[in-house]
């Protein structure tokens, strides 16, 4: 057999070259920015629609400039969501789900405020540190999400937030935020924030961050960061990264 020991040397010497020069390369890790509280006059939105790269804009529904938005961010090819209103401590905003609603005003309320958003395949909440740790309110905003085939992603305004959990028993897609890009401080704070965000999304492979569309300076810190990070991070909406999970 005098073939046999150059065949396996020849086997084993290109085939250790293929294994190492065919090795994919290792995928980027990916980043979903969404900027809430979209729907109102106060949003930044010229300098959203001309950030470099992907994100997802919240909107509020019912609000004035909702409609205008969403039709604007489906021109654009932008990922949209509904950001929806839930009851917190807070007393002067109007809330689509409250924790003294019964279960079919809940059904009801947030079923009229996705319609309301044509298109959209997912929600977070705007808000919600009272409904979020109550389980009798989740239950029909999860019934909701569940006939219309949603996701939902836990903005998570306070630790005790049951949303992720009450979601996963259900069935229903979801992500919660790893961190809120502008809470506090300016450019510099916001970087500190994104610059967490990817060492999340290196080590987990994606990563979610909560801006807001009334923060000028936070979204101009965020082009730079994507223009930065342009060939070393993918910057996705949140319903392709929750999607494709
Ligand atoms: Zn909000």
Known sequence: MPLLPGLIGLGLATGMTGCVTRSPAPAKPRLAIILDDAGNENGFYDEIFKLPRPVTLAIIPHTPWAAPLL??????????????PMQSPVTNEIFVVTTNMTASEIY?????????????????????????TDPASLAPVMAVLKAKRMFIVDSRTTRGSLILKTAQERGIP??????FLDS???ADRMRKHLSYLLSVARKRGYAVGIGHVQNLEAILALGDFM?????????VGISQLIQAD
């Not at 039709?71 to 929806?84: E, L, N, P």
């Open 71 to 84: 039709r604007r961010a489906r021109q654009k090819g932008m990922d949209t969501i509904g950001h929806i």
């Open 108 to 132: 009801e309320n947030l079923t009229a405020a996705i319609d309301s958003l044509p298109g959209i395949r997912g929600i977070n909440n705007h808000m919600g540190s009272l409904v979020s």
């Open 174 to 179: 979801c992500l919660a935020k790893d961190d």
């Open 184 to 186: 506090e401080g300016g």
């Open 227 to 235: 223009r930065e990070h342009a060939k070393d991070v993918e910057f």
